[in-house]
């Protein structure tokens, strides 16, 4: 197909057979282009690129949010306070506000 290579441009992919965008670079693991490439996540499974850049910012504060409130429960449950009531020798469990 391609006898004359300098009639060709040079953001043609070979494997989508049409013209890139700019910035835009062909993923060996989703095989597809994508606009302003960044990198391919395996976590969300997808190309990052130019339309969820922001969906990305979001799923990595949500996973922080979520590896810090499991560390909270842990750390709680490791060093969790316990109080004996005098009166009818009960024991006591006493947890922060932000516990359960």
Avoid at 15 to 42: G, L, M, Y
Wanted: charged share 20%; aromatic share 18%; hydrophobic share 35%.
């Amino acid at each position: 197909d391609r006898e004359f290579d300098d009639a060709w441009p040079s953001n043609y992919c070979a494997e989508c057979h049409f013209i890139r965008p700019i910035r835009s670079k062909h993923c060996r693991t989703c095989n597809k282009c994508c606009a302003k490439f960044d990198h391919h996540c395996p976590l969300v499974g997808n190309c990052v690129g130019g339309y969820n850049y922001k969906y990305f910012i979001v799923f990595l504060m949500a996973e922080s949010v979520t590896l810090l409130w499991t560390l909270y429960i842990s750390i709680n449950t490791l060093f969790d306070v316990k109080f004996e009531d005098i009166n009818n020798d009960k024991l006591y469990y006493q947890h922060t506000i932000f516990g359960w």
